[in-house]
């Protein structure tokens, strides 16, 4: 049983006195360049609840941006980090390695999608993931330029920054950004078919308008790697149109170029597959991994087909941390828990009961313009009913009114009007349909 009462439960407003006094502790102390989602400040959290530091039960929707997914302080996962720790908290992988850090490649290797030979190497978060993706694929084709798409999002470092979309907050004042990152038009269902409805549909058609632009812009003889999330995180949950990513894949195999999946969001039974390729059962060359992979210890990876992954040379990628013999623990005990109870089967579920109420809610309120994603990856897309224009102020308002209210969500979307839930798989569905209750009754009233 989870240490923390699974019941919504408010003490005090949100936030509280306690929350508050850390605040002002913060602001002192903490870069204001440091975003919040919440005021308030976490005391404990399990299944479905995060409890603040005034004794606040709050409905957990967001995982900590998907990375909870097993749910907080996982029992299997907290009996391995606290063996491990005992053992040994770190020696560096390049230096003496050991066998956590194999024992994870060789799952990762078996887990994600390709029957093929695959190798794997582990860092620490994902935007470290998707520069070594890059990397080894430039080592392997000896091409340089590399494609990302609207409304992607794959990082904050340079490169990561480079290949995102949005500019607020995430790259504005930052630049001069890494060179030789281009951008095409992704399949966006919703979008698409305000202006063209076969556009919207037709998932190859929206495949063969990016190639397009990116033969035109780049040319394939000088592109090292695509990089694509099979359905966007901060981009606002967009899934594209069935088609599109076979048909994107079956061209950059036809011209040596690198297909690279994006599954820092998406991966580990999150969308009802183990990975959101599987959906529609593709085989990217290589996969970048992080958040859920190791329940909230910092870890990442990328996994991919052998010849690729050993093109760099020897020392050629790596790193102190990258591997960490406690995250490599949590991470064998969270593949572990989401094959042992089922997980992808609790996301599909999940899926149903959540995508059947929120559609019953679209149907009476023509402000929700779109509802969707897949197993608990679930979005709602609010606009105003006469234009379709993204309407970023009532999604403001929602959430804040979701957040005094102990429900925890989260916005997305290039135009900031998504609300986007992730609840950790571990929710009971009595917990799910209080917040969904919740916030039916919140955007009524707004």
Sequence with gaps: MPAVEQSRHLVTEIPGPASLELTKRRAAAVSRGVGNTMPVFAARAAGGIVEDVDGNRLIDLGSGIAVTTIGNAAPRVVEAVRAQVAEFTHTCFMVTPYEGYVAVAEQLNRLTPGSGEKRSVLFNSGAEAIENAIKIARSYTHKPAVVAFDHAYHGRTNLAMALTAKSMPYKSGFGPFAPEIYRAPLSYPFRDGLLDKELATDGELAARRAIDVINKQVGADNLAAVV??????????????EGFLPTLLEWCRQHDVVFVADEVQTGFARTGAMFACEHEGIEPDLICTAKAIADGLPLSAVTGRAEIMDAPHPSGVGGTFGG???????????????????????????????????????????????????????????????????????????????????????????????????????????????????????????
């Design 324 to 446: 960490n013999p406690v995250a490599c623990a949590a991470a064998l005990a969270t593949f572990e828990t989401i094959e042992a109870d089922g997980l992808v089967e609790r996301a599909q579920q999940m899926e149903r009961l959540i995508k059947d109420r929120l559609l019953a809610l679209q149907a009476a309120d023509k402000r929700i313009g779109d509802v969707r994603g897949r197993g608990a990856m679930i979005a709602v897309e609010l606009v105003n009913p006469d234009t379709a224009e993204p309407d970023a102020e009532l999604t403001s308002a929602w959430v804040v009114a979701a957040h005094a209210a102990g429900v925890i969500v989260l916005t997305a979307g290039t135009f900031v009007n998504v609300v986007r839930l992730l609840p950790p798989l571990t929710i009971s569905d009595e917990l799910l349909t209080e917040g969904l209750d919740v916030l039916a009754e919140l955007l009524a009233e707004l």
């Design 228 to 241: 694509i999330e099979p359905i966007q995180g901060e981009g606002g949950f967009i899934v594209p149109a």
